[in-house]
Protein backbone atom coordinates (compact mmCIF):
# COMPACT_ATOMS: atom_id res chain seq x y z
CA UNK A 1 0.00 0.00 0.00
CA UNK A 2 2.72 1.99 0.98
CA UNK A 3 5.48 1.47 -1.64
CA UNK A 4 5.31 3.46 -5.03
CA UNK A 5 4.66 1.58 -8.22
CA UNK A 6 5.11 4.35 -10.94
CA UNK A 7 8.03 3.83 -12.93
CA UNK A 8 8.71 8.04 -13.50
CA UNK A 9 8.09 10.99 -12.00
CA UNK A 10 5.45 11.37 -15.40
CA UNK A 11 3.30 8.06 -13.89
CA UNK A 12 3.41 9.75 -10.50
CA UNK A 13 1.96 13.31 -11.44
CA UNK A 14 -0.47 11.73 -13.25
CA UNK A 15 -1.65 9.43 -10.74
CA UNK A 16 -1.36 11.45 -7.74
CA UNK A 17 -1.75 15.42 -9.09
CA UNK A 18 -2.35 16.92 -5.56
CA UNK A 19 0.27 15.53 -3.87
CA UNK A 20 2.77 16.48 -6.64
CA UNK A 21 1.83 19.72 -6.78
CA UNK A 22 2.12 20.52 -3.08
CA UNK A 23 5.32 19.01 -3.00
CA UNK A 24 6.42 20.91 -6.33
CA UNK A 25 4.85 24.00 -4.27
CA UNK A 26 6.88 22.94 -1.16
CA UNK A 27 10.10 23.07 -2.71
CA UNK A 28 9.88 25.87 -5.12
CA UNK A 29 9.34 28.01 -2.02
CA UNK A 30 12.12 26.33 -0.18
CA UNK A 31 14.30 27.37 -2.88
CA UNK A 32 12.72 31.27 -3.20
CA UNK A 33 13.04 31.39 0.53
CA UNK A 34 16.26 29.75 1.99
CA UNK A 35 18.36 29.24 -1.39
CA UNK A 36 17.53 32.22 -3.69
CA UNK A 37 19.63 35.25 -2.00
CA UNK A 38 17.19 37.37 -2.77
CA UNK A 39 14.82 40.23 -0.38
CA UNK A 40 12.08 39.60 -1.92
CA UNK A 41 12.68 35.38 -0.12
CA UNK A 42 13.40 36.77 2.99
CA UNK A 43 10.11 39.01 2.94
CA UNK A 44 7.95 36.29 1.80
CA UNK A 45 9.27 33.51 4.77
CA UNK A 46 8.89 37.00 7.34
CA UNK A 47 4.86 37.31 6.09
CA UNK A 48 4.18 33.51 5.68
CA UNK A 49 5.85 31.94 9.44
CA UNK A 50 3.57 30.66 12.07
CA UNK A 51 4.22 33.79 14.42
CA UNK A 52 1.60 33.59 17.86
CA UNK A 53 2.50 37.09 18.50
CA UNK A 54 1.40 38.79 15.03
CA UNK A 55 -1.20 36.37 15.18
CA UNK A 56 -2.99 37.58 18.58
CA UNK A 57 -1.82 41.16 18.36
CA UNK A 58 -1.77 42.05 14.72
CA UNK A 59 -4.52 39.52 13.90
CA UNK A 60 -2.47 38.43 11.14
CA UNK A 61 -4.85 34.90 11.00
CA UNK A 62 -3.02 33.73 7.89
CA UNK A 63 -0.49 32.63 9.25
CA UNK A 64 -2.65 29.90 10.51
CA UNK A 65 -2.25 28.23 7.05
CA UNK A 66 0.55 29.65 5.19
CA UNK A 67 3.41 27.79 7.40
CA UNK A 68 2.47 24.23 5.86
CA UNK A 69 4.37 25.54 2.64
CA UNK A 70 7.38 26.87 4.59
CA UNK A 71 10.38 24.71 5.89
CA UNK A 72 13.89 26.09 7.46
CA UNK A 73 16.93 26.25 5.99
CA UNK A 74 18.10 23.01 6.21
CA UNK A 75 17.55 20.52 3.35
CA UNK A 76 16.56 17.83 5.72
CA UNK A 77 13.65 19.58 6.56
CA UNK A 78 11.62 19.75 3.57
CA UNK A 79 13.06 16.90 2.23
CA UNK A 80 11.42 15.04 4.85
CA UNK A 81 8.43 16.45 4.60
CA UNK A 82 8.44 15.36 0.57
CA UNK A 83 9.71 11.68 1.35
CA UNK A 84 6.79 11.32 4.06
CA UNK A 85 3.94 12.53 1.43
CA UNK A 86 6.06 11.03 -1.56
CA UNK A 87 5.46 7.52 0.44
CA UNK A 88 1.81 7.77 2.82
CA UNK A 89 0.14 10.33 0.87
CA UNK A 90 -0.82 8.96 -2.42
CA UNK A 91 -3.62 6.31 -1.26
CA UNK A 92 -5.61 9.14 1.13
CA UNK A 93 -5.37 11.08 -2.27
CA UNK A 94 -6.89 8.18 -4.05
CA UNK A 95 -9.24 7.38 -1.33
CA UNK A 96 -10.73 10.73 -0.49
CA UNK A 97 -10.37 12.08 -3.94
CA UNK A 98 -8.64 15.70 -5.27
CA UNK A 99 -11.41 17.71 -3.49
CA UNK A 100 -11.51 16.46 0.25
CA UNK A 101 -8.00 15.52 0.31
CA UNK A 102 -6.19 19.30 -0.04
CA UNK A 103 -9.15 20.51 2.43
CA UNK A 104 -8.43 17.62 4.98
CA UNK A 105 -4.50 18.36 4.01
CA UNK A 106 -5.20 22.02 4.86
CA UNK A 107 -7.04 21.22 8.00
CA UNK A 108 -4.70 19.16 10.04
CA UNK A 109 -2.47 21.22 9.04
CA UNK A 110 -4.42 24.66 10.20
CA UNK A 111 -5.27 22.38 13.43
CA UNK A 112 -1.81 21.33 14.17
CA UNK A 113 -1.03 25.35 14.00
CA UNK A 114 -3.83 26.45 15.68
CA UNK A 115 -2.88 24.00 18.37
CA UNK A 116 0.41 25.67 18.24
CA UNK A 117 -1.17 29.07 18.70
CA UNK A 118 -3.33 28.33 22.40
CA UNK A 119 -0.71 25.72 23.74
CA UNK A 120 3.02 28.27 23.32
CA UNK A 121 3.25 31.53 24.97
CA UNK A 122 2.47 34.61 23.23
CA UNK A 123 6.21 35.08 21.75
CA UNK A 124 8.41 36.67 18.61
CA UNK A 125 9.36 33.03 17.68
CA UNK A 126 8.65 31.60 14.27
CA UNK A 127 7.22 27.66 13.19
CA UNK A 128 6.77 26.74 9.88
CA UNK A 129 6.33 23.63 7.84
CA UNK A 130 3.78 20.73 6.75
CA UNK A 131 4.57 18.53 9.53
CA UNK A 132 1.20 18.99 11.21
CA UNK A 133 -0.52 18.13 7.88
CA UNK A 134 1.55 15.27 7.71
CA UNK A 135 0.81 13.70 11.03
CA UNK A 136 -2.81 14.41 10.04
CA UNK A 137 -2.12 11.55 7.25
CA UNK A 138 -1.05 9.73 9.60
CA UNK A 139 -4.06 10.14 12.05
CA UNK A 140 -6.47 9.30 9.65
CA UNK A 141 -4.54 6.18 8.99
CA UNK A 142 -4.50 5.46 12.75
CA UNK A 143 -8.13 5.46 12.39
CA UNK A 144 -8.52 3.41 9.81
CA UNK A 145 -6.22 1.03 11.62
CA UNK A 146 -9.01 0.69 14.90
CA UNK A 147 -12.34 1.69 13.07
CA UNK A 148 -11.95 1.09 9.33
CA UNK A 149 -10.25 -2.08 9.18
CA UNK A 150 -11.83 -2.63 4.99
CA UNK A 151 -9.59 0.68 4.22
CA UNK A 152 -6.53 -0.58 5.02
CA UNK A 153 -4.59 -3.99 5.18
CA UNK A 154 -3.01 -5.56 8.28
CA UNK A 155 0.46 -5.21 7.36
CA UNK A 156 0.09 -1.48 6.67
CA UNK A 157 -1.65 -0.95 9.71
CA UNK A 158 0.66 -2.08 11.50
CA UNK A 159 3.70 -0.31 9.68
CA UNK A 160 1.39 2.86 10.10
CA UNK A 161 0.79 2.43 13.77
CA UNK A 162 4.89 1.78 14.41
CA UNK A 163 5.93 4.78 12.01
CA UNK A 164 3.65 6.92 14.26
CA UNK A 165 4.60 5.69 17.34
CA UNK A 166 8.30 6.14 16.73
CA UNK A 167 7.40 9.58 15.30
CA UNK A 168 5.75 10.95 17.90
CA UNK A 169 8.69 9.57 20.41
CA UNK A 170 11.03 11.33 18.05
CA UNK A 171 8.79 14.68 18.71
CA UNK A 172 9.49 14.73 22.35
CA UNK A 173 13.12 13.95 21.73
CA UNK A 174 15.12 16.11 19.09
CA UNK A 175 14.83 19.83 20.16
CA UNK A 176 13.49 22.66 17.55
CA UNK A 177 10.95 20.52 16.55
CA UNK A 178 6.87 21.88 17.24
CA UNK A 179 5.53 19.74 19.49
CA UNK A 180 2.08 20.89 19.30
CA UNK A 181 1.76 20.91 15.25
CA UNK A 182 2.98 17.32 15.18
CA UNK A 183 0.47 16.27 18.46
CA UNK A 184 -2.67 18.55 17.58
CA UNK A 185 -2.02 17.45 13.64
CA UNK A 186 -2.03 14.21 14.55
CA UNK A 187 -5.18 14.30 16.55
CA UNK A 188 -7.13 16.52 14.29
CA UNK A 189 -6.38 13.71 11.62
CA UNK A 190 -8.07 11.36 13.27
CA UNK A 191 -10.79 13.28 14.89
CA UNK A 192 -12.02 14.35 11.28
CA UNK A 193 -11.44 11.26 9.81
CA UNK A 194 -15.16 9.82 10.12
CA UNK A 195 -16.49 13.17 8.13
CA UNK A 196 -14.03 12.06 5.09
CA UNK A 197 -13.91 8.86 5.09
CA UNK A 198 -17.42 8.87 4.06
CA UNK A 199 -17.81 6.52 0.71
CA UNK A 200 -14.01 6.29 0.79
CA UNK A 201 -12.90 2.57 -1.33
CA UNK A 202 -9.89 1.05 -0.19
CA UNK A 203 -6.92 1.54 -2.46
CA UNK A 204 -6.14 -0.04 -5.22
CA UNK A 205 -2.59 0.34 -7.32
CA UNK A 206 -4.75 -0.14 -10.89
CA UNK A 207 -7.35 2.80 -10.42
CA UNK A 208 -4.95 5.28 -10.54
CA UNK A 209 -3.22 3.73 -13.87
CA UNK A 210 -2.28 6.07 -16.77
CA UNK A 211 -3.92 4.25 -19.53
CA UNK A 212 -2.32 2.65 -22.66
CA UNK A 213 -1.91 4.53 -25.83
CA UNK A 214 -3.92 4.05 -28.49
CA UNK A 215 -1.79 2.48 -31.29
CA UNK A 216 -3.96 2.40 -34.07
CA UNK A 217 -4.76 -0.36 -36.92
CA UNK A 218 -2.01 -2.58 -37.24
CA UNK A 219 -0.30 -1.33 -34.29
CA UNK A 220 1.00 -3.40 -30.91
CA UNK A 221 -1.10 -2.54 -27.95
CA UNK A 222 0.37 -5.57 -25.61
CA UNK A 223 3.52 -5.92 -24.93
CA UNK A 224 4.74 -9.31 -24.43
CA UNK A 225 7.58 -8.67 -22.28
CA UNK A 226 5.82 -6.57 -19.76
CA UNK A 227 6.07 -9.29 -17.12
CA UNK A 228 10.02 -9.45 -17.71
CA UNK A 229 10.03 -5.92 -16.59
CA UNK A 230 12.03 -4.68 -13.73
CA UNK A 231 9.71 -3.71 -10.55
CA UNK A 232 10.74 -0.14 -9.34
CA UNK A 233 10.88 -1.73 -5.93
CA UNK A 234 12.68 -5.10 -5.34
CA UNK A 235 11.18 -7.63 -3.83
CA UNK A 236 13.51 -7.94 -0.96
CA UNK A 237 12.70 -4.92 -0.26
CA UNK A 238 9.23 -5.33 -0.63
CA UNK A 239 9.14 -8.67 1.38
CA UNK A 240 10.81 -6.52 4.32
CA UNK A 241 8.95 -3.18 4.05
CA UNK A 242 8.51 -2.74 7.80
CA UNK A 243 11.96 -2.81 8.47
CA UNK A 244 13.39 -0.81 5.72
CA UNK A 245 11.15 2.37 6.57
CA UNK A 246 12.12 2.18 9.86
CA UNK A 247 15.98 1.83 8.26
CA UNK A 248 14.75 5.32 6.43
CA UNK A 249 12.81 6.97 9.36
CA UNK A 250 16.48 6.37 11.65
CA UNK A 251 18.39 7.78 8.83
CA UNK A 252 16.34 10.81 8.42
CA UNK A 253 16.26 11.59 11.94
CA UNK A 254 19.84 11.89 11.82
CA UNK A 255 19.90 13.97 8.98
CA UNK A 256 17.64 16.32 11.19
CA UNK A 257 20.29 16.85 13.64
CA UNK A 258 22.68 17.41 10.91
Known amino acids: MFFRTERSVKEFMYAYPIIFTIILLNLTLWVITQVLPFEFGKVLYFLGAGNNYFISANEEYWRILTPIFLHAKGLSHV ?30 GMLGNIGTYFM ?3 STTFHIGASGSVYGIFGMYVFMSFFRKNLIDQVSAQLILTITAVGMVTT ?12 FGLIGGFL ?3 LFLINAKAFSI ?8 YKGPGGVSFDPNRWQKRRFIPKFIRDNSVIFIFILIVIIVFLTKL
Open 192 to 194: IAP
Open 206 to 213: YRNKRPAP
Open 79 to 108: LLNSIALIIFAPPLEQMLGKIKFPIMYLLA
Open 172 to 183: FIIPGINIYAHL
Open 120 to 122: EPL
